[in-house]
C-alpha cells in the first residue's frame, strides 16, 4: 500500500513588528500540526523546539526591488529545500511583507498552495500607500485562499476585486493577557488608549474630549508618530513599544479602554480589551462594531463630542460600568469558540 503523502504548513513572517502579536496567537492554533517557520533573523530566537529557517528582510516598502535582484534566489533555494524534505507543503501568509510576493510566485511555479491573511486591503489615511496595496492585491490573486479579519475588510475587496471563493472570513483572536481587570468604578475615571499614535487613531480627539471634565485621568501608551498638544497636567503619554507584560498592567490599572479611531479594518487592541474584561469606548467605524457586537462597549460617532458624552455615562453611572463588565465576559467566550478551528480547517 502507498504511503499518504503528509501535507506540512509553512509560516512565513517576515515583517519586523507588523502583526506580531496576531502571528503569535495563529501559530497557537497551529501548533498541533508542527509548522515550519519562516521569519526575520530578529524573531527566529523567540520559537523553541520548532522547524525555523530564517531570511534576513529590510521593513521597507522597495525592499521588493531589491529583492528581484538579490533574494529571489535565496527564496528560490529555501523552498527547494522543503520540498526535498517534505512532500506537500501550504505555505501560509499571516502578516504583509513586499517580499511575500516573490514566495507565492515560487509557490506557484511549484504547485504549492498558499493561504494569505489580509489586515487592511485600505491603506489607512497617514499611512496611505498604494505600493503596499498593489503587493496585496497581487498576493489575492496568487494566493489559493485569502483570509479577511471582517466582513468589512472582505467587502472592501469584493467591490473591486469581486466577491471569490476564495475569500473567508476568521476573525481576529482574541490577544492574551496574564490579569483581569477588576478595578472597582470610582470617583475618579481612568481611560486608557493603547497602541501605535497615528492621525487615524483619532488621539487627539480623545485628549480634545476631556477638557476641563472633573475626576478624568487619561493614559496614552505606544510609539507616537504624529504629534498631540496635551494638558500634562491630566494625561500621561508613554512614548515605547510596550512589552506584554506592560500592557497587562496597563489594563488592569484603567477604568475604562478607549478606541477612539477615525477608521480601522479591525482591532487586536480591541481583544486585548475583551481579554482583560475592560470597560471600552470605540468609536464606530470600519469593522469595529462587526468585530465585538453591541455589547461590551459603549459605542459611539468619532468625534470629541461622542467620546465625552459615553466618558461622563461611564463616570456618572456605576451600574452601567457593571453591566458592560458582565457583558464583556459573555462576549469574550463567544469570540473564543468561534473561530478556534477556522484557520485549521482553512490551510488543511
Not at 470617583?187 to 499614535?197: D, M, T, V, Y
Not at 485621568?217 to 494638558?231: N, R
Amino acid at each position: 500500500m502507498q504511503k499518504s503523502i503528509e501535507k506540512k504548513i509553512v509560516v512565513v513572517y517576515l515583517s519586523q513588528y507588523g502583526c506580531w502579536a496576531y502571528t503569535k496567537e495563529i501559530l497557537k492554533q497551529l501548533n498541533a500540526f508542527d509548522p515550519i517557520i519562516i521569519c526575520s533573523q530578529h524573531h527566529s530566537s523567540d520559537f523553541h523546539n520548532k522547524t525555523v529557517k530564517t531570511l534576513e528582510t529590510k521593513d521597507s516598502k522597495t525592499s521588493i526591488a531589491l529583492a528581484s535582484l538579490t533574494v529571489k534566489k535565496k527564496i528560490k533555494e529555501l523552498l527547494l529545500q522543503l520540498i526535498a524534505e517534505q512532500c506537500r507543503l501550504h505555505l501560509y501568509f499571516p502578516a504583509f511583507h513586499p517580499w511575500n510576493v516573490i514566495f507565492m510566485q515560487l509557490a506557484n511555479s511549484y504547485d504549492i498552495a498558499s493561504t494569505v491573511t489580509i489586515h487592511d486591503y485600505v491603506t489607512h489615511p497617514g499611512e496611505k500607500s498604494l505600493l503596499t496595496e498593489c503587493f496585496q492585491k497581487k498576493c489575492i490573486k496568487q494566493a489559493d485562499s485569502v483570509i479577511f479579519l471582517s466582513e468589512y475588510v472582505k467587502n472592501q475587496a469584493a467591490l473591486e476585486l469581486g466577491d471569490q471563493e476564495k475569500f473567508k472570513v476568521i476573525a481576529h483572536p482574541l490577544l492574551p493577557v496574564s490579569n483581569l481587570n477588576q478595578i472597582e468604578h470610582g470617583s475618579e475615571l481612568k481611560l486608557l488608549f493603547l497602541g501605535r499614535i497615528l492621525k487615524y487613531k483619532g488621539v487627539q480627539l480623545l485628549i480634545d474630549s476631556i477638557k476641563e471634565m472633573d475626576n478624568i485621568k487619561l493614559t496614552i501608551a505606544g510609539v507616537q508618530q504624529a504629534p498631540l498638544q496635551v494638558d500634562k497636567s491630566r494625561t500621561t503619554v508613554i512614548n515605547k513599544n510596550l512589552t506584554e507584560s506592560e500592557i497587562t498592567k496597563l489594563l488592569v490599572s484603567h477604568h475604562v479602554l478607549v478606541l477612539p479611531y477615525l477608521s480601522a479594518s479591525q482591532s487586536g487592541v480591541l481583544t486585548l480589551g475583551v481579554s482583560a474584561e475592560i470597560p471600552m469606548i470605540i468609536t464606530k467605524v470600519g469593522g469595529l462594531y462587526e468585530q465585538l457586537g453591541p455589547l461590551g462597549a459603549l459605542w459611539v460617532e468619532p468625534s470629541s463630542k461622542g467620546l465625552r458624552q459615553a466618558i461622563i455615562m461611564l463616570r456618572d453611572n456605576p451600574s452601567l460600568y457593571l453591566e458592560i463588565k458582565d457583558a464583556l465576559r459573555s462576549s469574550k467566550q463567544r469570540m473564543k469558540k468561534s473561530n478556534k478551528l477556522a484557520l485549521q480547517s482553512l490551510v488543511l
